[in-house]
């Protein structure tokens, strides 16, 4: 059984400065992995989405690394801003039914 | 395009109502999903549509009723619910087909509360 595993729970941090979201999972036979943002009460946004045959992804100040070996995806956020605060979801795709897992989450507050 | 839209955005009801919630979307995706989400947890998947048919019940309870009329069109009957089903609903869409593997796309979700 997948199990998706984000740490730290929150995470506080200037505006301006370059972070690192990290995710793991355990079971290395995912089709892909898939980064959501999460505002306070919303539905999901898609970030980005790295197939297991990918070793990243770009999107404006975003890249999204999967290393399937050691089981772990990352997402690199750039000058942070405080429009990024929200709760960041990473969900691996896996199993014969390719059903999303999903993390708990870490949720980014940016301080002006 | 890449939305999906759901109604209502917030619904209240009681234990003995019957209530909808409904989920469009127009990107020509021939799968789609329910999710549960209470506060401060991920999404739990309930249910999945491919090509029209019930393809994932994850156990959900029978007071909670999919439908999928067509392609474009995602409905959860709700009745008897408990106080505890209270949660923020998500429905979701990707291209599908077999081992689908593309992005799915989410809709803003309905706040439901049962009183």
């Known amino acids: 059984k997948q199990e998706v595993t984000q740490i730290p729970a929150a995470l506080s941090v200037p505006e301006g400065e370059n972070l690192v979201l990290n995710c793991s999972f355990t079971?290395?036979?995912?089709?892909?992995l898939q980064w959501f943002r999460q505002d306070p009460g919303k539905g999901l946004t898609s970030l980005l989405l790295?197939?297991?045959?990918?070793r990243e992804q770009t999107s404006g100040r975003l890249n999204a690394s999967l290393d399937k070996s050691s089981g772990r995806s990352t997402l690199y956020i750039a000058a942070s801003q405080p429009g990024d605060s929200a709760t960041y979801l990473c969900?691996?795709?896996?199993?014969?039914?390719?059903?999303?897992?999903f993390g708990k989450g870490i949720t980014l507050s940016v301080r002006p | 395009d890449t939305e999906v839209t759901q109604t209502p955005k917030h619904l209240v009801m009681g234990m003995t109502n019957k209530k909808s919630l409904k989920c469009e979307q127009h990107?020509?995706?021939?799968?789609m999903y329910w999710y549960k989400q209470k506060a401060k947890k991920p999404p739990e998947l309930m249910f999945v549509y491919s090509y029209e048919k019930l393809s994932i019940n994850e156990s959900v309870p029978s007071r909670f009723s999919p439908e999928c009329p067509n392609s474009s069109l995602l409905n959860l009957h709700l009745h008897a619910l408990q106080p505890e089903d209270s949660a923020l609903y998500l429905c979701?869409?990707?291209?599908?087909?077999?081992?689908?593997?593309?992005?799915?796309?989410f809709g803003a979700g309905t706040r439901l509360s049962v009183l």
């Open positions: 969900a691996a795709r896996t199993g014969a039914n390719s059903k999303l897992t």
């Open positions: 979701a869409s990707s291209r599908g087909g077999r081992r689908d593997r593309n992005i799915q796309y």
């Open positions: 079971d290395s036979a995912i089709y892909n």
């Open positions: 990107m020509g995706h021939r799968a």
């Open positions: 790295i197939q297991s045959s990918q």
